[in-house]
């Protein structure tokens, strides 16, 4: 979906709540914050006066400022992964997310090495978190749970209690899934809007039929194992019913094997039945991993007050770190990006 036809639906949100005034859950916007930073660190190998690297920090902020200028969002809020949080999927999976990036430098004209990169991001994302406490913006973290999991309820606790309009913003394709009429991926990497109908012509199934796509196919950035010598178009070629209905797991086992004499798939797809079903538990994020504490604590978030726009702190930041010129009319912008927010809370 192009920026003009979301313009459109979000003009139709507005209209249908013409006779009475916007609250704080109508349209919320949720980002994935590890992903939108490392995209921006990645991106703007911006260094202040002092030479220190701040295109991380900086380039968040001003993405931040874009989407909620281009989202018009009544609230947001800004995820991150918790301490430990791969533990729960490599309980199941060992190899999850495992060696990512370890040897892999980023800004080779910025770092001399990898733990001077490292060291940057995680300085910057720090930073992050103090700046983005001066703004009327919910940030959340919770030890041992990925931003992932986190996302997935709270999308789906204020679609189906709130009647919210959900906007996600995060390149991971997994979100996919949770795609349906109320509840919309915006990709930054493609930038484009994922709504029900984008996933059916981009992938030709059912955003219901997300899950069993990514399962069957694995995911290498994750080190999750797919179905050997499955790619997409011999995916619906052997599974077709997947663009035909919504389906689970076990229909997927049962259509292997009622043809199992047709292809050598079918057949690894039953051998690796036990992986297939690992898969879909660390996949499956209509099932998020999360305890009871856990969902309590994000239901109560969704209530909490928005905490206050300290414009003189952020100021104050802004400043010190020498961003200058990478946001311009930066007291301008603060106000007039942020001033509806806090008026949606009241």
């Given at each position: ?7 459109a639906?979000?003009?139709?949100v507005?209209?249908e ?9 109508d ?8 992903n939108?930073?490392f ?46 949080s ?14 990512r990036?370890l040897t ?11 733990d001077?990169e ?9 930073r992050?978190?103090h ?5 009327p ?9 990925e931003a ?11 679609a ?38 984008t ?9 219901t ?9 694995g ?7 797919g ?15 997947l ?6 797991l ?20 039953l051998?690796?039945q ?12 209509h099932?998020?991993?999360l ?19 300290d414009?003189v702190?952020?100021?104050?930041y ?18 007039s ?10």
């Open positions: 979906m192009d920026t003009k036809d979301l313009l639906l979000l003009n139709n507005v209209e709540n013409e006779t009475e005034s916007l609250n704080k859950h349209r919320v916007l949720l980002i994935d914050g590890l939108l930073f995209r921006n660190f990645a991106m703007l190998n911006f260094v202040n006066e002092d030479g220190v690297h701040v295109g991380g920090l900086g380039g968040f902020l001003r993405s931040l400022g874009t989407l909620v200028n281009r989202i018009n969002p009544t609230s947001v809020y800004v995820v991150f992964d918790g301490v430990g791969t533990v729960n999927r490599k309980n199941l999976l060992p190899e999850y997310k495992s060696n990036n892999r430098i980023t800004n080779w004209d910025i770092f001399e090495n990898l001077d490292h060291a940057a991001k995680i300085d910057q994302i720090v992050l978190i700046y983005l406490q001066c703004l913006v919910k940030t959340v973290s919770l030890d041992k749970v992932d999991d986190i996302i997935a309820h709270l999308a789906t606790k204020l189906n209690d709130y009647g919210s309009k959900v906007f996600i913003v995060s390149s991971d394709k997994d979100f996919i899934q949770l795609v349906n009429e109320d509840i919309i991926v915006y990709r930054p990497i493609e930038k484009d809007y994922y709504t029900t109908d996933v059916v012509e981009k992938f030709g199934i059912p955003a039929n997300f899950i069993l796509y990514k399962v069957l196919m995911d290498n950035s994750d080190k999750v194992a179905v050997k010598g499955l790619g997409e178009k011999k995916l619906l070629k052997l599974f077709p019913e663009a035909e209905r919504t389906l689970t076990d229909d997927i086992f049962e259509i292997s094997e009622a043809k199992l004499k047709q292809n050598v798939i079918y057949a690894r797809v051998d690796a036990d992986q297939l079903e690992k898969n879909y538990k660390i996949m499956n994020l099932n998020p991993m305890d009871d504490i856990e969902k309590e604590f994000l239901d109560a978030l969704i209530e909490y007050p928005l905490p206050e726009l414009v702190e952020f100021l104050k802004y400043h010190e770190d020498g961003l200058k010129h990478l946001i311009k009319n930066i007291d301008y912008w603060i106000q990006t942020f001033k509806d927010l806090i008026s949606y809370s009241k």
